[in-house]
């Protein structure tokens, strides 16, 4: 009985050690998995895309349309928008369980529609979830933040 309690307190403060590293974990793996997003995103590269996102995936823009994995990946094929700067003012992963995290944030983007070049600030939310050892992104949703929004 003794061993017993020996090895499942030793079993708890192994489980402990690897539960308290893995939420740090995750967050580095979604923020590798999203810059690596926002690099293929900036440069139309839908074969280097395309792996990041789940084919569940559901991207919402901040004027209300909404686009599953095949129309994001034409419409960023077609360059209909142009994210010419996109850079995170802040970013913050939250790990749900092993194998899903929520990312929220700022980011400050330079965007070309056409001839038309423009500054926002956008708030989002984003949900990833590892399937088959990748995160991918599995739905997204943004929305547009006054530019004096700094919290």
């Known amino acids: ?3 017993l ?13 690897v539960c308290a590293a893995a939420p740090d974990s995750i967050a ?9 997003r926002v690099r293929a995103t900036m440069r139309a590269d839908v074969t280097q895309l395309a792996p990041l996102l789940s084919s569940a995936l559901t991207y919402g823009y901040a004027d209300g349309r909404v686009q599953s994995k095949d ?11 142009r994210y010419e700067s996109y850079d995170y003012e802040e970013m913050n992963v939250t790990p749900l369980v092993a194998d899903a995290a929520v990312a929220t944030g700022r980011v400050l983007a330079s965007v070309a529609l056409g001839s038309q070049h423009t500054h926002m600030r956008i ?3 984003a949900v990833w979830r590892r399937e088959e050892g990748t995160w991918r992104l599995v739905a ?11 919290q």
């Open 5 to 17: 309690f020996a090895v499942l307190a030793a079993a708890c403060v192994f489980a402990a050690s």
């Open 140 to 150: 997204y949703q943004s929305s547009l933040a006054d530019t004096s929004d700094k």
């Open 28 to 36: 580095a793996q979604i923020r590798t998995a999203d810059a690596a």
């Open 71 to 81: 129309e994001y990946l034409a419409a960023v094929s077609a360059q209909r928008m």
């Open 1 to 3: 009985m003794r061993r």
């Open 123 to 125: 708030r989002f939310l």
